[in-house]
């Protein structure tokens, strides 16, 4: 089982941004508390869709 999903390090909720570069990840809330500009992110949540569907496929 694959558990690719990323946690918030500050929050621990699922992860929706990545910081270009970095190996941090932020969920929505803490993204936009502490990035003014989100363009400076990742979204993971592509990412997540594609694995879950992914997973889906395996699983039919
Ligand atoms: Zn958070």
Known sequence: ??????????????????VKGSSAYYCVDCAKENFA????LQR??????K????IKEQAE
Do not use: G, R, W, Y
């Open 44 to 49: 993971v949540e592509e990412q997540a869709k």
């Open 1 to 18: 089982m694959l558990t690719l999903v990323k946690k918030c390090i500050i929050c621990d909720k699922p992860a929706e941004f990545s």
């Open 51 to 54: 694995l879950k569907e992914a």
């Open 37 to 40: 500009n989100l363009d400076l």
